[in-house]
């Protein structure tokens, strides 16, 4: 055996040095391919088809070279007791992550969820909408957009698979459009070999009348196993026996004299499932545009995990897997780029009955964990520090009934809050009695690592306060630089990152600060929220590591009318950072019975004017909120406390409440 072994080596190692002779370099397949020794694989002549594009990266690099973003806790329902099987992980905690899914899982796979997750169900965004319209079939875009497309899916299915335990499946849902393109990758990422069942959902669907192609009445689900031993509950998802096989079962019986038995479980469920879309009166309803029904993730859930295991969702969208996930006492976990969509998951989690404790998490640059016990950070400097970041006229420091302000920013005083232990609503609380009325508005800074707040606008008394958060990216980075933080404000402008997330196009104030990149303008350009609800179903925002995401300073003022009907929300004046006017808003979420501790959205009212077609394919216009200047809420759930989150362009969030009469 070892010298069959040791002739192997040497005939693969004569076969390598045949290939760098004639063609002068290994393929870059070859040097980061896993099975290294496989020769024609790693020349690519194997039987698996591979499709080939543009700026498709190498496995290996995609693994090692993902930025790991990691998790930041934004707020908590609940308290975990349930001890955790993941190293580093005292108690489990369902999770709703927001950020760019890519570095979100890489951030998973680089913290000992390897091979932990049991179950990833996937529906990403893929252009139905928009490429079928007027009843006319429209060409894919560009071949780049497809090559994109493709190549984002294809990073995010190579993590998914080192994230799967050894018994683990993946479902990815697609429709006609991409599906045919990601079935070569997904074999490709998974082996042809696991393959196991294109799954056809099919559903009736009065909508959307077509004259030059045929009606489309299904969507594509591919289901793949990580190995050749995989859990699949065969006999949890069986389906009842038609009548007509029933009758038959028993007409036999008498015919033959002997008892024909069929399964008491049901029949075993076949690769075509009939299942109904979600009609406007469900229950389950989230009026998400993406929302797929609870039939279909209960069947793949109960057949392809068991009680306690992970399930995944990395576009999580309206929330059906993780809903479906708690429902089934399984673990889950839920990422995607869009606020709304963190939102409706939120709200659909709080709604059902005895929920799982849960966190909601930023996805963000650098770890830092209770920052003020590891690193000993100067007052003084973290002071001067967080004032230069926002832009605080420290020549105007002022102390008024005790409380010592950092500066001005406008014509209103600035309060930082030593870097040390958590700030929570009470410490406003405390402030606000101190001061007695003085103040009508207070600018507070935070590090995000202190929030408990969990809110960036607090209206106490007469006293509005304004929270702003200094990001962990740049808490570390100052502790690691711990002096001048001048260096870190020039990072911030070389990034673009105080100026361009805001969409202002000029330079900073500084005149040595570097012009502006196209590249690095590209990348941020990619960050926004959608701001019409059509976009949801087409459009993917990837955040690409984006954590500085609040302005300094959101204005915005309303009107609020009582009316029979419902309550209006007139909005007179939009200021974002250095930008007016109501077009820098992207949506507008509301709670319309808002307990004070939870939000739960019930209403979403968009920027611009939108098509929305009805269950019996009737289209009406939708006029966005930049043209009306107001959104109505209608009576029907109408609380006496109303919550509203304004969201901007880039995912910054500015939270009110209101009392209504």
């Not at 707020?75 to 905690?93: A, H, L, M, T, V």
């Not at 009843?135 to 493709?150: I, N, P, Q, R, S």
């Not at 709200?347 to 690193?375: A, C, T, W």
């Amino acid at each position: 055996m070892a010298k069959q072994s040791f002739f192997d080596d040497y005939k693969i190692k004569k076969e390598v040095l045949g290939v760098v002779k004639k063609y002068g370099k290994l393929p870059e397949d070859f040097r980061f391919d896993s099975e290294l020794f496989d020769l024609n694989k790693a020349l690519g002549v194997d039987k698996t088809a591979k499709l080939l594009y543009d700026g498709k990266k190498d496995k290996r690099t995609i693994i090692d070279k993902t930025i790991s973003a990691p998790f930041q806790e934004i707020r908590k329902f609940g308290e975990s007791k349930e001890k955790s099987e993941i190293e580093g992980e005292k108690y489990w905690n369902n999770k709703l992550i927001y950020g760019d899914n890519l570095q979100a899982l890489k951030y998973l796979l680089d913290n000992d969820y390897k091979e932990q997750i049991k179950l990833i169900y996937i529906d990403p965004p893929f252009a139905t909408q928009s490429d079928f319209s007027k009843g006319e079939v429209k060409a894919y875009k560009d071949k780049l957009e497809g090559a994109e497309f493709t190549e984002f899916l294809r990073e995010r299915l190579i993590l998914m698979k080192e994230l799967l335990t050894k018994d683990g499946s993946i479902y990815v849902h697609l429709d006609q459009k991409m599906g045919h393109y990601i079935k070569v990758i997904a074999d490709e990422v998974f082996g042809k070999e696991n393959f196991r069942n294109e799954i056809i959902w099919w559903y009736k669907d009065p909508s959307g009348q077509t004259k030059t192609f045929y009606k489309q009445k299904h969507g594509n689900i591919f289901f793949y196993s990580k190995n050749n031993k995989y859990t699949f509950n065969l006999d949890d998802v069986r389906m009842p026996y038609s009548e007509g096989t029933l009758k038959q079962a028993e007409a036999r019986t008498k015919s033959f004299g002997r008892i024909v038995k069929v399964n008491p479980l049901g029949k075993i469920r076949e690769d075509v499932w009939e299942i109904s879309i979600i009609n406007s009166q469900a229950k389950e309803r989230t009026d998400y545009p993406t929302q797929k029904p609870e039939k279909i993730l209960e069947v793949i859930i109960k057949a392809s995990s068991n009680k306690n295991d992970i399930v995944l969702d990395a576009f999580v969208g309206s929330g059906t897997t993780c809903a479906v996930a708690e429902k089934l006492n399984r673990k889950w976990i839920g990422i995607d780029a869009g606020k709304l969509a963190i939102y409706t998951s939120q709200k659909r989690i709080l709604d059902i009955e005895n929920h799982k404790p849960f966190i909601v998490m930023n996805s963000g640059v650098y770890e830092i964990k209770d920052i003020d016990r590891q690193v000993k950070i100067d007052e003084n400097l973290y002071k001067d520090f967080a004032c230069d970041l926002f832009q605080v006229d420290r020549n105007k420091k002022e102390t008024i009934n005790g409380v010592d302000f950092s500066g001005k920013y406008g014509n209103n005083y600035v309060y930082v809050f030593r870097n040390k232990g958590k700030i929570f609503r009470q410490d406003l609380k405390k402030l606000e009695d101190k001061l007695k009325g003085k103040l009508k508005r207070v600018y507070i800074i935070i590090s995000q690592n202190q929030d408990k707040v969990y809110t960036n606008y607090l209206k106490i008394n007469n006293t509005e306060f304004y929270i702003h958060k200094i990001p962990y990216s740049l808490i570390v980075q100052f502790a690691i630089e711990n002096k001048d933080s001048s260096l870190i404000i020039n990072h911030l402008r070389k990034n673009y990152i105080l100026k361009v997330n805001r969409g202002n196009l000029k330079n900073t104030d500084d005149e040595n600060a570097p012009e502006i990149d196209k590249k690095a303008l590209e990348k941020i350009n990619k960050i926004s929220q959608v701001k019409k609800k059509s976009d949801i179903e087409t459009k993917f925002s990837n955040i690409a590591g984006f954590d500085f995401v609040n302005t300094f300073e959101i204005e915005i003022s309303e009107k609020i009318k009582e009316k029979k009907d419902g309550v209006e929300i007139g909005i007179d004046k939009v200021k974002i950072g250095d930008k007016e006017g109501i077009n820098n808003l992207s949506m507008i979420l509301v709670d319309k019975n808002y307990n004070g501790k939870s939000f739960k959205v019930s209403d979403t009212f968009f920027a611009e004017d939108d098509i929305e077609e009805d269950e019996e394919g009737n289209k009406k216009e939708i006029k966005g909120f930049v043209k009306t200047k107001k959104i109505n809420i209608d009576k029907k759930g109408l609380g006496k406390e109303i919550g509203v989150i304004y969201l901007d362009d880039f995912g910054n969030e500015l939270f009110k409440e209101f009392s209504l009469k």
